[in-house]
């Protein structure tokens, strides 16, 4: 079993829409969490870390559910820059486990 | 400030043939990633060096690749002999270590296209 599972997608949605995204985890001794985006071809970059007792950036909101292993990352009024995908990443020991991403479409 | 620097950007080889990748991390950080990613698999670490030390190589597939970090702005990914199945993009970052088990933000390059034909 993967360390991160996501959902791969992919979510097409109108522009202004609310999407959300869920992501698992395996390791319950895991102590960081983000949210990288990929766009297409390119490297993955920062979103936002996502802390114990939720966190906001903007139209971003990150979500931790230890007792469930479970993170969500919700996008408010999703732009057409939105569109990409999105890893879940949680931390084992010193490394990091990528989840494969949900890709966002987000459409005119 | 310039990111993590990655050559070749894109490199077509034949089987058998020697691939090195090369990567200058972010002046300051001491913390190296190697990873690969595919459709498959995602993105998976091969290998991380802590001040130059490889710290955890649980993840370099085989003997065929190994990595060296002579020195704190320079680390290579070797593969040889190469094969079709080594076909991926290689990212490296790099990230300034929180301590213990905390992570900061890793900086990732852009990528090294590798198709071995």
């Known amino acids: 079993r993967k360390e991160v599972e996501q959902d791969p997608g992919p979510f097409n ?7 959300a995204f869920n992501c698992t985890y395996s390791n319950s001794a895991s102590q960081s969490f983000f949210w990288y985006r990929q766009d ?30 479970y993170i969500s990352l919700l996008i408010r009024d999703s732009k ?27 459409t005119p | ?6 050559s070749p950007r894109h490199e077509v080889t034949e089987m058998g043939q020697e691939v090195t990748l ?18 498959m698999r995602g993105l998976e670490l091969l290998i991380y060096f802590n001040n130059n030390v490889p710290i955890d190589d649980s993840g370099m597939p085989e003997d065929r690749f ?12 070797k593969i040889q002999p190469s094969e079709p199945r080594d076909s991926a993009v290689y990212f490296c970052a790099s990230s300034f270590p929180a301590g213990g088990e905390a992570h900061n933000e890793q900086f990732f390059g ?6 071995v034909l």
């Open chain 2, 66 to 77: 190994s990595a060296k970090m002579p020195n704190a702005s320079f680390s290579t990914l």
């Open chain 2, 1 to 6: 400030d310039a990111g993590v620097i990655q």
């Open chain 2, 110 to 115: 852009p990528g090294t296209r590798l198709t």
């Open chain 1, 13 to 19: 949605v109108p522009e202004g829409a609310t999407v």
């Open chain 1, 40 to 69: 297409c071809r390119k490297e993955p970059k920062l979103l936002m870390s996502v802390y114990s007792s939720g966190n906001e950036d903007g139209r971003f909101t990150a979500q931790l559910n230890r007792a469930s292993q």
């Open chain 1, 80 to 106: 057409l820059s939105d569109s990409a995908t999105y890893l879940c990443v949680v931390n084992s020991g010193y490394a990091l486990n990528f989840g494969k991403g949900t890709s966002l479409l987000v």
């Open chain 2, 22 to 39: 090369r990567c200058k991390p972010i002046s300051g950080h001491n913390s190296l990633f190697w990873y690969r990613q595919t459709m």
